[in-house]
Protein backbone atom coordinates (compact mmCIF):
# COMPACT_ATOMS: atom_id res chain seq x y z
CA UNK A 1 0.00 0.00 0.00
CA UNK A 2 1.71 3.12 -1.48
CA UNK A 3 1.09 5.57 1.47
CA UNK A 4 3.67 9.07 2.06
CA UNK A 5 2.76 10.17 5.82
CA UNK A 6 3.80 14.07 6.85
CA UNK A 7 4.64 14.50 10.77
CA UNK A 8 6.13 17.79 12.95
CA UNK A 9 3.43 20.23 12.07
CA UNK A 10 2.46 22.36 15.30
CA UNK A 11 2.00 25.38 17.34
CA UNK A 12 5.14 27.80 16.57
CA UNK A 13 5.85 31.78 17.65
CA UNK A 14 6.85 34.04 14.62
CA UNK A 15 10.82 33.57 13.87
CA UNK A 16 10.56 29.95 15.78
CA UNK A 17 11.50 26.48 13.64
CA UNK A 18 9.83 23.48 12.95
CA UNK A 19 11.01 19.99 11.18
CA UNK A 20 8.73 18.21 8.98
CA UNK A 21 9.29 14.61 7.87
CA UNK A 22 7.73 12.90 5.58
CA UNK A 23 7.47 9.33 5.66
CA UNK A 24 7.16 6.80 2.81
CA UNK A 25 5.85 2.98 2.52
CA UNK A 26 4.63 0.71 -0.01
CA UNK A 27 7.64 1.76 -2.62
CA UNK A 28 11.08 3.24 -2.26
CA UNK A 29 11.12 6.97 -2.00
CA UNK A 30 14.83 7.52 -3.33
CA UNK A 31 13.49 6.33 -6.80
CA UNK A 32 11.23 9.50 -6.80
CA UNK A 33 11.63 13.54 -6.50
CA UNK A 34 9.50 15.27 -3.39
CA UNK A 35 7.89 18.13 -2.96
CA UNK A 36 6.72 20.10 -0.40
CA UNK A 37 3.20 22.09 -0.85
CA UNK A 38 1.25 23.75 1.50
CA UNK A 39 -2.12 25.29 1.55
CA UNK A 40 -3.08 27.85 3.67
CA UNK A 41 -7.00 29.36 4.46
CA UNK A 42 -8.74 30.50 1.28
CA UNK A 43 -5.68 30.47 -0.65
CA UNK A 44 -4.70 27.25 -3.59
CA UNK A 45 -2.48 25.02 -2.63
CA UNK A 46 1.51 26.23 -4.02
CA UNK A 47 4.43 24.41 -4.26
CA UNK A 48 7.22 25.16 -1.41
CA UNK A 49 10.11 22.99 -2.46
CA UNK A 50 11.46 20.12 -4.21
CA UNK A 51 14.36 17.84 -3.95
CA UNK A 52 15.86 15.76 -6.93
CA UNK A 53 15.89 11.69 -7.04
CA UNK A 54 19.08 11.75 -8.81
CA UNK A 55 21.67 14.12 -6.90
CA UNK A 56 19.95 15.39 -4.63
CA UNK A 57 19.39 18.98 -5.63
CA UNK A 58 16.85 21.45 -4.45
CA UNK A 59 14.56 24.17 -5.67
CA UNK A 60 12.84 26.55 -3.11
CA UNK A 61 10.15 28.80 -4.00
CA UNK A 62 11.23 32.69 -3.95
CA UNK A 63 9.42 33.49 -0.25
CA UNK A 64 11.12 30.25 1.75
CA UNK A 65 14.55 30.31 -0.21
CA UNK A 66 17.53 31.01 2.84
CA UNK A 67 14.71 29.87 5.38
CA UNK A 68 14.01 26.39 4.89
CA UNK A 69 16.24 23.61 3.71
CA UNK A 70 14.53 20.18 2.38
CA UNK A 71 16.36 17.09 2.63
CA UNK A 72 16.25 13.50 2.43
CA UNK A 73 17.47 10.21 4.04
CA UNK A 74 16.44 7.53 1.57
CA UNK A 75 17.78 4.99 4.29
CA UNK A 76 14.67 5.98 6.07
CA UNK A 77 12.69 6.44 3.17
CA UNK A 78 12.03 10.10 4.58
CA UNK A 79 12.09 13.55 3.09
CA UNK A 80 12.38 16.11 5.54
CA UNK A 81 11.63 20.38 5.60
CA UNK A 82 13.50 22.33 8.07
CA UNK A 83 11.53 25.24 8.42
CA UNK A 84 13.37 28.33 10.69
CA UNK A 85 12.16 31.73 10.84
CA UNK A 86 9.09 31.04 10.62
CA UNK A 87 6.35 33.77 9.79
CA UNK A 88 2.79 34.11 10.17
CA UNK A 89 2.64 33.88 6.53
CA UNK A 90 4.17 30.87 6.16
CA UNK A 91 0.70 29.01 8.25
CA UNK A 92 -0.66 26.38 6.24
CA UNK A 93 -0.99 22.74 6.02
CA UNK A 94 2.18 20.96 4.65
CA UNK A 95 1.76 17.80 2.30
CA UNK A 96 4.69 16.09 0.36
CA UNK A 97 4.50 14.33 -2.47
CA UNK A 98 5.87 12.77 -5.96
CA UNK A 99 5.52 15.58 -7.18
CA UNK A 100 7.77 18.81 -7.89
CA UNK A 101 5.87 22.03 -7.89
CA UNK A 102 3.95 21.83 -11.70
CA UNK A 103 5.39 18.58 -12.26
CA UNK A 104 3.68 15.17 -11.50
CA UNK A 105 5.63 11.90 -11.51
CA UNK A 106 3.97 9.93 -14.69
CA UNK A 107 4.58 6.68 -12.38
CA UNK A 108 3.29 7.36 -9.02
CA UNK A 109 0.91 10.16 -7.92
CA UNK A 110 1.27 10.10 -4.34
CA UNK A 111 0.20 12.89 -1.36
CA UNK A 112 0.01 12.72 2.02
CA UNK A 113 -2.68 13.78 4.02
CA UNK A 114 -0.93 16.59 5.79
CA UNK A 115 0.41 18.45 8.49
CA UNK A 116 -0.57 21.68 10.06
CA UNK A 117 2.23 24.49 10.82
CA UNK A 118 0.27 27.43 12.56
CA UNK A 119 2.76 30.64 13.46
CA UNK A 120 1.48 33.07 15.63
CA UNK A 121 2.79 35.20 19.05
Known amino acids: HVQLVESGGGLVQPGGSLRLSCLAS????????IGWFRQAPGKEREGVCC????????VYEDSVAGRFTVSRDNAKNTVYLQMNDLKPEDTAVYYC??????????????WGQGTLVTISS
Open 51 to 58: ISSSDGST
Open 26 to 33: GFTLGYYA
Open 97 to 110: ATACFETRDPTLDA
